[in-house]
């Protein structure tokens, strides 16, 4: 089955402790990006990858870091993670211009 | 980065009525795309639009773009209690991203309620 997972689906960490989330996908899409859902904010977008070896800032990034060593896994790093960082994140991929695929969420409480 | 603005913010109406919403953006795109999103779900792919088409229909859903006032709209027709759900305009401009790809870039979403 086509489908992009993320790990894990929750989380309750606290300031500082670095933590990483994974996100993997099955359907060979060169495109990966991460994005953070806030009430009245809508998506933005962190981080994404157009392939691998290469990713660039979204809209949001500080705070985020994010690798993309293997075509079908794009994890987002928080090295040291601060309690606005609390949120619900989404990872997707796509083909290039085509529509994205989304994974089922990773709600990140930091206290 | 440019983002899609959608209206209403939110929308209540009863089963079987008809739904619109519109999403306004501000420059060149590649296409726009419609999702929903159940509470707290991921998003659901509904309906790609690419810049050169007009109108595209999916089932009971219907999408129109309008390149010269750049908006879209989303129409569903015959809604359901399961169409309850946010829906988001997205917009595609990774041809006009100078190389990049900016990838998408969400509206705030329209929350729509189907009163049973």
């Known amino acids: 089955e086509a489908q992009v997972t993320q790990n894990p689906r929750y989380l309750i960490t606290v300031t500082g402790k670095k933590l990483t989330v994974t996100c993997s996908q099955n359907?060979?899409?060169?495109?990966m990006s991460w994005y953070r859902q806030d009430p009245g904010l809508g998506l933005r977008q962190i981080y994404y990858?157009?392939?691998?070896?290469?990713?660039d800032k979204g809209d949001v990034p500080e705070g985020y870091k994010v690798s993309r060593k293997e075509k079908r896994n794009f994890p987002l790093i928080l090295e040291s993670p601060s309690p606005n960082q609390t949120s619900l994140y989404f990872c997707?991929?796509?083909?290039?211009?085509?529509?994205?695929?989304f994974g089922p969420g990773t709600r990140l409480t930091v206290l | 980065s440019q983002q899609g603005e959608e209206d209403p913010q939110a929308l209540s109406i009863q089963e079987g009525e008809n739904a619109t919403m519109n999403c306004s953006y501000k420059t060149s795109i590649n296409n726009l795309q419609w999702y929903r999103q159940n509470s707290g779900r991921g998003l659901v792919h509904l309906i790609l639009?690419?810049?050169?088409?007009r109108e595209k229909h999916s089932g009971r859903l219907r999408v129109t773009l309008d390149t010269s006032k750049k908006s879209s709209s989303l129409l569903i027709t015959a809604s359901r209690a399961a169409d309850t759900a946010s829906y988001f305009c997205a917009t595609d401009a990774w041809m006009y991203s100078g190389g990049g790809a900016d990838g998408l870039t969400f509206g705030k979403g329209t929350h729509l309620i189907i009163q049973p």
């Open positions: 359907m060979n899409h060169e495109y």
């Open positions: 997707a991929s796509s083909l290039i211009g085509a529509e994205q695929f």
């Open positions: 990858s157009m392939n691998v070896e290469v990713t």
């Open positions: 639009i690419r810049s050169n088409e």
